[in-house]
Nanobody, 114 residues
Framework: QVQLVESGGGLVQPGGSLRLSCAASGDIFSVNGGGWYRQAPGKERESVARIRRSGSIYYTDSVKGRFTISRDNAKNTVYLQMNSLKPEDTAVYYC????????WGQGTQVTVSS
């Protein structure tokens, strides 16, 4: 069973940056794409950014121009560069595939606060 391990979260001030990483124990992102999702307290999990097998990329409107998703197939890793962070970006961030979802990892907490 493939495992996902997210890292890179933390506490950052508004306007700051973080880079999240997600390492998979198997080659799943090159075939199924890779995505970042987040869940804020009291809210449902939402898709933030996705990079499909073809390389096409999707961002939810609230992060366009601030977040950048990338993928390293050789390392079975997906990244999320987050710039100009806002308090409303505070959430637990998870990664998974775009299609054929696997078991969710523990996620990484991102807190944007002054």
């Amino acid at each position: 069973q493939v495992q996902l391990v997210e890292s890179g979260g933390g506490l950052v001030q508004p306007g700051g940056s973080l880079r999240l990483s997600c390492a998979a124990s198997g080659d799943i992102f090159s075939v199924n794409g890779g995505g970042w999702y987040r869940q804020a307290p009291g809210k449902e999990r939402e898709s933030v950014a996705r990079i499909r097998r073809s390389g096409s990329i999707y961002y939810t409107d609230s992060v366009k121009g601030r977040f950048t998703i990338s993928r390293d197939n050789a390392k079975n890793t997906v990244y999320l560069q987050m710039n100009s962070l806002k308090p409303e970006d505070t959430a637990v961030y998870y990664c998974n595939t775009v299609v054929n979802l696997v078991t969710w990892g523990q996620g990484t907490q991102v807190t944007v606060s002054s």
